[in-house]
């Protein structure tokens, strides 16, 4: 069964710092891999996805991710952050396809709150 | 863009009432998800469904129910509140993996819900 653990679940940072948001998982197969961002009283947003080819990812407000199989993780990445880069993020692995056995679910990390202080 | 919609975005209500939490999707999705997110639990799936009149139990589905009519509408049934209901309750939506964006879920702003 997968499961995905993310290592932090507050990170504060001042406004123009880079930031890291870590997140490893655990699958015995071959997995897509996503995070989620949620701003404050709203619904979850896709931030960015690995599904295959280049294990760098780019993604939406200037977000990067890495895959990197042989350590089983996929950590989020900003280089210079802002204020409005303040919620919560998750990561998220998927489950294998029904016809392989699987529910199709997405298994989620705790979550990860991005505080960014001025 | 995708929509998903919830019925209702703040709801109070008290100890022993029925409670209907509804979802609406546009995008023709067949899987739809509820979940429960509750502060440093992140989110814990409830129920989950691959096609009308189908559901399938997530990790906590007690003391909740759901009901798939229509394709693109999934409800969650709370028959009997209590106060450790009281959650943020996200209903999702995504396609099989052999079509559109594998396993990507499209989510709809949430319903606070809180019973006294």
């Known amino acids: 069964a997968q499961s995905v653990t993310q290592l932090d679940s507050q990170v504060p940072v001042f406004e123009e710092a880079p930031v890291e948001l870590r997140c490893n998982y655990s699958s015995s197969v071959s997995v897509y891999l996503f995070w989620y961002v949620q701003y404050p009283n709203q619904g979850l947003q896709l931030l960015l996805k690995y599904l295959s080819g280049s294990t760098l990812v780019k993604g939406i407000n200037g977000f990067e991710a890495e895959f990197n199989k042989s350590q089983t993780s996929f950590h989020l990445r900003k280089p210079s952050v802002h204020i409005s880069d303040t919620a919560e993020y998750f990561c998220?692995?998927?489950?294998?396809?029904?016809?392989?056995?699987?529910?199709?679910?997405?298994?989620f990390g705790k979550g990860t709150k991005l505080t960014v202080n001025p | 863009d995708v929509k998903v919609t919830q019925s209702s975005r703040y709801l109070v209500k008290r100890t022993g009432e029925k409670v209907f939490l509804e979802c609406v999707q546009d995008?023709?999705?067949?899987?739809m998800f509820w979940y429960r997110q509750d502060p440093g639990l992140g989110l814990r799936l409830i129920y989950f469904?691959?096609?009308?009149?189908?559901?399938e139990k997530g990790d906590i589905p007690e003391g909740y129910s759901v009901s798939r009519e229509k394709k693109e509408r999934f409800s969650l049934i709370l028959e009997s509140t209590s106060t450790n209901q009281t959650s943020m309750y996200l209903c999702a939506s995504s396609s099989p993996p052999t079509s559109g964006d594998p396993y990507e879920q499209y989510f709809g702003p949430g319903t606070r819900l809180t019973v006294t």
């Open positions: 998220a692995v998927s489950d294998l396809p029904r016809f392989q056995g699987g529910s199709e679910k997405l298994v």
């Open positions: 469904s691959y096609d009308v009149k189908m559901k």
């Open positions: 995008m023709d999705h067949e899987n």
